[in-house]
Protein backbone atom coordinates (compact mmCIF):
# COMPACT_ATOMS: atom_id res chain seq x y z
CA UNK A 1 0.00 0.00 0.00
CA UNK A 2 1.16 3.10 -0.99
CA UNK A 3 1.92 6.14 1.64
CA UNK A 4 1.85 9.83 1.44
CA UNK A 5 5.04 11.73 -0.05
CA UNK A 6 5.43 14.10 3.31
CA UNK A 7 8.86 15.56 2.57
CA UNK A 8 9.96 13.36 0.04
CA UNK A 9 9.70 15.56 -2.84
CA UNK A 10 12.19 17.80 -1.10
CA UNK A 11 14.67 15.26 -0.58
CA UNK A 12 18.34 15.69 -2.77
CA UNK A 13 17.54 13.12 -5.33
CA UNK A 14 14.08 13.52 -5.73
CA UNK A 15 15.20 17.38 -6.82
CA UNK A 16 17.42 16.43 -9.22
CA UNK A 17 15.24 13.68 -10.32
CA UNK A 18 12.71 15.91 -11.49
CA UNK A 19 15.09 18.83 -12.84
CA UNK A 20 17.02 16.53 -15.38
CA UNK A 21 12.91 14.78 -16.28
CA UNK A 22 11.23 18.04 -17.11
CA UNK A 23 14.13 20.80 -17.72
CA UNK A 24 16.59 19.13 -19.56
CA UNK A 25 17.79 16.48 -22.55
CA UNK A 26 16.53 13.05 -21.52
CA UNK A 27 20.21 11.69 -21.73
CA UNK A 28 20.38 13.63 -18.22
CA UNK A 29 17.40 11.64 -16.53
CA UNK A 30 18.65 8.35 -18.04
CA UNK A 31 22.03 8.70 -17.15
CA UNK A 32 21.38 9.41 -14.03
CA UNK A 33 19.20 6.30 -13.48
CA UNK A 34 21.47 4.50 -14.73
CA UNK A 35 24.15 5.40 -12.34
CA UNK A 36 21.10 4.13 -9.66
CA UNK A 37 20.83 0.83 -10.48
CA UNK A 38 24.71 0.49 -11.13
CA UNK A 39 25.26 1.45 -7.39
CA UNK A 40 22.75 -1.45 -6.78
CA UNK A 41 24.89 -4.44 -8.27
CA UNK A 42 26.33 -6.68 -6.59
CA UNK A 43 29.89 -5.58 -5.81
CA UNK A 44 32.71 -7.81 -7.17
CA UNK A 45 35.42 -9.28 -5.47
CA UNK A 46 37.63 -12.89 -5.25
CA UNK A 47 35.78 -13.29 -2.30
CA UNK A 48 32.20 -11.56 -2.30
CA UNK A 49 31.49 -8.69 0.00
CA UNK A 50 29.86 -9.65 3.55
CA UNK A 51 28.53 -5.83 3.73
CA UNK A 52 25.24 -5.88 3.45
CA UNK A 53 23.97 -3.57 0.63
CA UNK A 54 20.73 -1.99 -0.59
CA UNK A 55 19.40 -4.53 -3.99
CA UNK A 56 17.59 -2.46 -6.88
CA UNK A 57 14.74 -4.66 -5.63
CA UNK A 58 14.56 -2.80 -2.45
CA UNK A 59 15.20 0.77 -3.82
CA UNK A 60 12.00 -0.30 -6.35
CA UNK A 61 9.87 -0.75 -3.00
CA UNK A 62 11.34 2.52 -1.56
CA UNK A 63 10.04 3.95 -4.70
CA UNK A 64 6.59 2.05 -4.94
CA UNK A 65 5.42 3.56 -1.55
CA UNK A 66 6.10 6.78 -2.12
CA UNK A 67 3.35 8.26 -5.38
CA UNK A 68 5.57 10.80 -7.01
CA UNK A 69 6.05 11.59 -10.27
CA UNK A 70 9.85 11.33 -9.70
CA UNK A 71 9.44 7.66 -8.17
CA UNK A 72 7.34 6.99 -10.91
CA UNK A 73 9.34 8.14 -13.68
CA UNK A 74 12.17 6.07 -11.86
CA UNK A 75 10.19 2.89 -11.66
CA UNK A 76 9.62 3.19 -15.44
CA UNK A 77 13.43 3.35 -16.31
CA UNK A 78 13.46 0.11 -13.75
CA UNK A 79 11.36 -1.46 -15.50
CA UNK A 80 12.75 -1.16 -18.78
CA UNK A 81 16.06 -1.61 -17.98
CA UNK A 82 15.81 -4.24 -15.53
CA UNK A 83 16.59 -7.81 -16.28
CA UNK A 84 14.85 -9.42 -13.25
CA UNK A 85 11.38 -10.29 -14.35
CA UNK A 86 9.76 -10.51 -10.95
CA UNK A 87 10.85 -7.22 -10.17
CA UNK A 88 9.73 -5.96 -13.53
CA UNK A 89 6.13 -7.71 -13.10
CA UNK A 90 5.98 -5.90 -9.70
CA UNK A 91 6.99 -2.45 -10.65
CA UNK A 92 4.36 -2.80 -13.88
CA UNK A 93 1.49 -3.55 -11.42
CA UNK A 94 2.63 -0.40 -9.29
CA UNK A 95 2.75 1.76 -12.89
CA UNK A 96 -0.74 0.68 -13.55
CA UNK A 97 -2.00 2.72 -11.05
CA UNK A 98 0.10 5.89 -10.93
CA UNK A 99 -1.55 8.89 -12.51
CA UNK A 100 1.08 11.23 -12.75
CA UNK A 101 1.47 13.32 -16.31
CA UNK A 102 5.05 12.26 -17.53
CA UNK A 103 6.93 13.09 -20.65
CA UNK A 104 6.34 9.91 -23.37
CA UNK A 105 10.16 9.03 -23.65
CA UNK A 106 9.58 8.17 -20.26
CA UNK A 107 6.93 6.42 -19.68
CA UNK A 108 6.79 4.88 -23.87
CA UNK A 109 10.57 3.75 -22.88
CA UNK A 110 9.33 0.11 -25.04
CA UNK A 111 9.36 2.03 -28.35
CA UNK A 112 13.28 3.28 -27.84
CA UNK A 113 14.82 1.94 -31.09
CA UNK A 114 18.41 1.81 -32.23
CA UNK A 115 18.56 2.93 -36.00
CA UNK A 116 22.16 2.22 -36.94
CA UNK A 117 25.79 1.30 -35.23
CA UNK A 118 28.70 2.85 -36.25
CA UNK A 119 32.18 1.35 -35.56
CA UNK A 120 35.60 3.24 -35.11
CA UNK A 121 38.29 1.54 -35.43
CA UNK A 122 42.05 2.22 -35.69
CA UNK A 123 44.63 0.96 -37.80
CA UNK A 124 46.47 -0.36 -34.66
CA UNK A 125 43.47 -1.94 -33.25
CA UNK A 126 43.80 -1.44 -29.55
CA UNK A 127 40.20 -0.90 -29.51
CA UNK A 128 37.57 -0.20 -31.28
CA UNK A 129 33.91 2.60 -30.15
CA UNK A 130 31.00 1.63 -31.36
CA UNK A 131 28.37 4.60 -31.62
CA UNK A 132 24.47 3.76 -31.37
CA UNK A 133 22.39 5.74 -32.93
CA UNK A 134 19.40 5.84 -30.39
CA UNK A 135 15.99 7.53 -31.17
CA UNK A 136 13.30 7.93 -28.22
CA UNK A 137 9.98 8.70 -28.70
CA UNK A 138 8.73 12.49 -28.67
CA UNK A 139 11.38 13.11 -31.53
CA UNK A 140 14.54 12.96 -29.19
CA UNK A 141 17.75 11.47 -30.76
CA UNK A 142 20.81 10.33 -28.74
CA UNK A 143 24.25 8.66 -29.31
CA UNK A 144 25.29 5.19 -26.72
CA UNK A 145 29.10 4.82 -27.14
CA UNK A 146 30.82 1.49 -25.95
CA UNK A 147 34.41 1.17 -26.15
CA UNK A 148 35.22 -2.62 -26.70
CA UNK A 149 38.84 -2.86 -25.83
CA UNK A 150 41.25 -5.59 -27.85
CA UNK A 151 43.97 -5.53 -25.45
CA UNK A 152 42.66 -6.87 -22.27
CA UNK A 153 39.59 -8.85 -24.04
CA UNK A 154 37.79 -7.66 -26.08
CA UNK A 155 36.25 -6.73 -22.93
CA UNK A 156 34.10 -3.13 -22.43
CA UNK A 157 36.70 -1.08 -20.58
CA UNK A 158 34.54 2.57 -21.08
CA UNK A 159 30.78 3.56 -22.19
CA UNK A 160 28.50 6.64 -22.21
CA UNK A 161 25.89 8.87 -23.67
CA UNK A 162 25.90 12.21 -25.79
CA UNK A 163 22.62 14.76 -25.79
CA UNK A 164 22.92 14.41 -29.87
CA UNK A 165 22.06 12.82 -32.74
CA UNK A 166 24.84 10.17 -34.21
CA UNK A 167 24.84 12.60 -37.36
CA UNK A 168 26.22 15.45 -35.58
CA UNK A 169 28.65 13.52 -33.54
CA UNK A 170 29.89 11.57 -36.67
CA UNK A 171 30.79 14.95 -38.08
CA UNK A 172 32.58 16.05 -35.25
CA UNK A 173 34.01 12.59 -35.19
CA UNK A 174 35.22 12.81 -38.81
CA UNK A 175 36.78 16.29 -38.09
CA UNK A 176 38.68 15.20 -35.19
CA UNK A 177 40.54 12.04 -36.16
CA UNK A 178 43.24 11.52 -38.24
CA UNK A 179 43.85 9.14 -41.58
CA UNK A 180 44.76 6.16 -39.27
CA UNK A 181 40.99 5.97 -38.33
CA UNK A 182 37.69 4.75 -39.90
CA UNK A 183 33.84 5.67 -39.31
CA UNK A 184 31.93 2.61 -41.08
CA UNK A 185 28.11 1.43 -40.28
CA UNK A 186 28.35 -1.85 -38.87
CA UNK A 187 25.81 -5.37 -38.80
CA UNK A 188 23.56 -4.29 -35.67
CA UNK A 189 23.07 -7.38 -35.19
CA UNK A 190 26.55 -8.74 -35.34
CA UNK A 191 27.70 -5.54 -33.33
CA UNK A 192 25.42 -6.87 -30.17
CA UNK A 193 26.83 -10.29 -30.52
CA UNK A 194 30.28 -8.77 -30.05
CA UNK A 195 29.33 -6.25 -27.66
CA UNK A 196 27.21 -8.61 -25.45
CA UNK A 197 30.04 -10.94 -25.24
CA UNK A 198 32.34 -8.03 -24.04
CA UNK A 199 29.99 -7.25 -21.55
CA UNK A 200 29.96 -10.81 -20.54
CA UNK A 201 33.90 -10.77 -20.28
CA UNK A 202 33.91 -6.74 -18.34
CA UNK A 203 30.82 -8.36 -15.58
CA UNK A 204 33.76 -10.83 -14.28
CA UNK A 205 36.69 -8.57 -14.02
CA UNK A 206 38.05 -7.60 -10.91
CA UNK A 207 39.26 -5.26 -10.19
CA UNK A 208 36.09 -3.89 -12.36
CA UNK A 209 36.66 -0.98 -15.07
CA UNK A 210 36.46 2.34 -14.15
CA UNK A 211 36.27 6.02 -15.96
CA UNK A 212 34.07 8.79 -15.23
CA UNK A 213 31.36 7.47 -16.96
CA UNK A 214 31.54 3.47 -16.30
CA UNK A 215 30.44 2.01 -14.78
CA UNK A 216 27.68 4.19 -14.09
CA UNK A 217 26.34 4.09 -17.44
CA UNK A 218 26.67 0.15 -17.77
CA UNK A 219 22.60 -0.65 -17.01
CA UNK A 220 21.54 1.99 -19.70
CA UNK A 221 24.12 0.92 -22.25
CA UNK A 222 23.47 -2.87 -21.40
CA UNK A 223 19.61 -2.26 -22.08
CA UNK A 224 20.27 -0.16 -25.61
CA UNK A 225 22.94 -2.71 -27.03
CA UNK A 226 19.69 -5.61 -26.14
CA UNK A 227 17.75 -3.64 -28.07
CA UNK A 228 19.95 -4.56 -31.38
CA UNK A 229 18.63 -7.22 -33.55
CA UNK A 230 19.61 -10.91 -32.34
CA UNK A 231 20.75 -13.68 -34.77
CA UNK A 232 24.22 -11.64 -34.91
CA UNK A 233 27.96 -13.51 -34.73
CA UNK A 234 31.09 -12.46 -32.82
CA UNK A 235 33.23 -12.16 -35.52
CA UNK A 236 36.71 -14.79 -35.01
CA UNK A 237 39.88 -13.97 -34.79
CA UNK A 238 41.45 -17.00 -36.35
CA UNK A 239 45.08 -17.81 -34.33
CA UNK A 240 47.83 -18.37 -37.00
CA UNK A 241 48.93 -22.20 -37.54
CA UNK A 242 52.61 -23.14 -37.08
CA UNK A 243 53.48 -22.59 -40.81
CA UNK A 244 52.07 -19.49 -40.79
CA UNK A 245 53.84 -18.66 -37.71
CA UNK A 246 57.11 -19.73 -38.97
CA UNK A 247 56.96 -17.85 -42.33
CA UNK A 248 56.34 -14.34 -40.34
CA UNK A 249 59.31 -15.60 -38.31
CA UNK A 250 62.04 -16.53 -41.21
CA UNK A 251 60.13 -13.52 -43.74
CA UNK A 252 61.57 -11.40 -40.51
CA UNK A 253 64.97 -13.23 -40.17
CA UNK A 254 65.29 -12.66 -44.21
CA UNK A 255 64.67 -9.19 -44.02
CA UNK A 256 66.86 -6.21 -43.55
CA UNK A 257 65.59 -5.53 -40.19
CA UNK A 258 66.26 -9.06 -38.81
CA UNK A 259 69.18 -10.57 -40.52
CA UNK A 260 71.39 -9.49 -37.78
CA UNK A 261 69.58 -11.46 -35.34
CA UNK A 262 69.68 -15.02 -36.66
CA UNK A 263 71.25 -16.95 -33.41
CA UNK A 264 69.68 -19.43 -30.91
CA UNK A 265 69.21 -16.96 -28.53
CA UNK A 266 67.26 -14.32 -30.69
CA UNK A 267 65.51 -17.41 -31.99
CA UNK A 268 64.22 -18.37 -29.47
CA UNK A 269 63.18 -14.64 -27.91
CA UNK A 270 61.83 -14.33 -31.65
CA UNK A 271 59.54 -17.31 -30.90
CA UNK A 272 57.70 -15.66 -28.01
CA UNK A 273 57.31 -12.81 -29.89
CA UNK A 274 55.48 -14.43 -32.25
CA UNK A 275 53.93 -16.65 -30.13
CA UNK A 276 52.30 -14.14 -27.51
CA UNK A 277 51.63 -12.07 -30.46
CA UNK A 278 49.21 -14.95 -31.87
CA UNK A 279 47.78 -15.64 -28.77
CA UNK A 280 46.96 -12.54 -27.07
CA UNK A 281 44.66 -9.50 -28.62
CA UNK A 282 43.33 -10.15 -31.68
CA UNK A 283 45.63 -12.72 -32.27
CA UNK A 284 48.22 -10.66 -35.06
CA UNK A 285 52.11 -11.48 -34.32
CA UNK A 286 52.27 -8.36 -36.64
CA UNK A 287 50.16 -5.78 -34.48
CA UNK A 288 51.93 -3.74 -32.44
CA UNK A 289 51.03 -0.58 -30.34
CA UNK A 290 52.29 1.40 -27.67
CA UNK A 291 50.33 -0.44 -25.42
CA UNK A 292 50.54 -4.16 -26.49
CA UNK A 293 54.56 -3.16 -25.94
CA UNK A 294 54.13 -1.95 -22.74
CA UNK A 295 51.96 -5.13 -21.88
CA UNK A 296 54.33 -7.45 -23.16
CA UNK A 297 57.21 -5.81 -21.52
CA UNK A 298 55.90 -5.40 -17.88
CA UNK A 299 53.52 -8.47 -17.68
CA UNK A 300 53.15 -11.01 -20.36
CA UNK A 301 56.87 -12.30 -20.82
CA UNK A 302 58.15 -11.35 -16.86
CA UNK A 303 55.21 -13.31 -15.64
CA UNK A 304 55.25 -16.31 -18.99
CA UNK A 305 58.36 -16.49 -20.38
CA UNK A 306 60.97 -18.78 -18.54
CA UNK A 307 64.67 -18.25 -19.77
CA UNK A 308 67.70 -17.07 -18.09
CA UNK A 309 68.52 -13.32 -17.58
CA UNK A 310 71.03 -13.30 -20.31
CA UNK A 311 68.67 -14.33 -23.06
CA UNK A 312 65.90 -11.78 -21.77
CA UNK A 313 67.97 -8.89 -21.87
CA UNK A 314 68.20 -9.50 -25.50
CA UNK A 315 64.68 -8.94 -25.88
CA UNK A 316 64.11 -4.99 -26.36
CA UNK A 317 66.41 -5.08 -29.07
CA UNK A 318 64.67 -7.06 -30.90
CA UNK A 319 61.15 -6.11 -30.61
CA UNK A 320 62.31 -2.89 -31.61
CA UNK A 321 63.64 -4.19 -34.95
CA UNK A 322 60.05 -6.85 -35.25
CA UNK A 323 58.18 -3.48 -34.75
CA UNK A 324 59.99 -1.96 -37.72
CA UNK A 325 59.99 -5.02 -39.90
CA UNK A 326 55.99 -5.20 -39.14
CA UNK A 327 55.17 -1.83 -39.73
CA UNK A 328 57.38 -1.61 -43.08
CA UNK A 329 55.43 -4.87 -44.19
CA UNK A 330 51.96 -3.08 -43.23
CA UNK A 331 52.56 0.10 -44.36
CA UNK A 332 52.02 1.97 -41.60
CA UNK A 333 52.89 5.98 -41.09
CA UNK A 334 56.66 6.54 -39.64
CA UNK A 335 54.67 8.77 -36.41
CA UNK A 336 53.16 6.33 -35.40
CA UNK A 337 55.88 3.67 -35.35
CA UNK A 338 58.01 6.33 -33.75
CA UNK A 339 55.05 6.47 -31.07
CA UNK A 340 55.64 2.71 -30.74
CA UNK A 341 59.69 2.57 -30.88
CA UNK A 342 59.06 5.29 -27.89
CA UNK A 343 57.05 2.29 -25.59
CA UNK A 344 59.81 0.31 -25.61
CA UNK A 345 62.55 3.14 -24.78
CA UNK A 346 60.20 4.15 -22.18
CA UNK A 347 59.88 0.49 -20.60
CA UNK A 348 62.73 -1.06 -21.13
CA UNK A 349 64.71 0.27 -17.79
CA UNK A 350 61.17 -1.38 -15.85
CA UNK A 351 61.54 -4.81 -18.17
CA UNK A 352 64.98 -5.14 -17.39
CA UNK A 353 64.28 -4.80 -13.55
CA UNK A 354 61.59 -7.28 -13.45
CA UNK A 355 63.62 -10.37 -15.13
CA UNK A 356 66.22 -9.65 -12.60
CA UNK A 357 63.33 -9.62 -9.86
CA UNK A 358 62.83 -12.97 -8.36
CA UNK A 359 59.38 -13.91 -8.98
CA UNK A 360 56.62 -16.31 -9.47
CA UNK A 361 56.33 -17.81 -13.38
CA UNK A 362 53.69 -19.67 -15.88
CA UNK A 363 51.71 -21.98 -13.41
CA UNK A 364 52.89 -20.84 -10.51
CA UNK A 365 52.40 -17.31 -10.95
CA UNK A 366 48.66 -17.93 -11.98
CA UNK A 367 48.11 -20.16 -8.88
CA UNK A 368 49.55 -17.63 -6.76
CA UNK A 369 47.59 -14.75 -8.20
CA UNK A 370 44.40 -16.57 -8.21
CA UNK A 371 45.11 -17.48 -4.27
CA UNK A 372 45.80 -13.61 -3.69
CA UNK A 373 49.01 -14.18 -3.02
CA UNK A 374 52.22 -12.12 -4.34
CA UNK A 375 53.65 -13.04 -7.40
CA UNK A 376 56.86 -10.89 -6.90
CA UNK A 377 55.53 -8.63 -9.45
CA UNK A 378 54.03 -6.39 -7.24
CA UNK A 379 56.15 -3.60 -7.52
CA UNK A 380 55.25 -2.32 -10.82
CA UNK A 381 51.16 -3.33 -10.61
CA UNK A 382 50.72 -4.26 -13.89
CA UNK A 383 47.01 -4.42 -13.82
CA UNK A 384 46.06 -1.10 -12.09
CA UNK A 385 48.63 0.85 -14.13
CA UNK A 386 47.32 -1.21 -17.86
CA UNK A 387 43.71 -0.76 -16.98
CA UNK A 388 44.54 3.09 -17.08
CA UNK A 389 46.28 3.00 -20.02
CA UNK A 390 45.36 0.77 -22.26
CA UNK A 391 43.58 1.76 -25.45
CA UNK A 392 42.90 5.36 -24.04
CA UNK A 393 39.19 7.03 -23.92
CA UNK A 394 37.65 8.70 -26.66
CA UNK A 395 35.97 11.58 -25.72
CA UNK A 396 33.69 14.00 -27.95
CA UNK A 397 33.12 17.25 -26.76
CA UNK A 398 29.92 18.57 -28.21
Known amino acids: MEQPAGDAEDQELMRMVNHTLYEGHPVEFLDLVSSIMAGAEE ?65 RLSEVRIEQVVEMRHVLRDGENYFLDVRLPD ?41 D ?66 A ?35 QDPLRWSPVNVELLLLDRVPRKVVDRVQVLTKLPDLLRAFIRYAYRLRGLRTELLVETLESVDRWEPEYQRLIRTPRAQGAEALARMAMGLPTGLEAHDPWEQLVAAVGGEVELEL
Not at 200 to 224: D, K, Y
Not at 250 to 268: I, M, T, V
Request: charged share 25%; proline share 8%.
Open 43 to 107: PRGPMGSSEERITLADLAETFEFVDLAATTALLHVFAAVSSDDVLVARIRRTLRERQQRLPAWVT
Open 139 to 179: GFAMTAVVYVDNNLGPVVKDGYTIDAPLDAVLEQARAAVDE
Open 181 to 246: TSLEPVDPADARALMEAALEIEAIMFPPMESESWPACRPLLRWLVSLLPSGGRVPEETMPSDDELD
Open 248 to 282: IADGFLASPEGRSFNDPDHAALLDVLVSLGATYDV
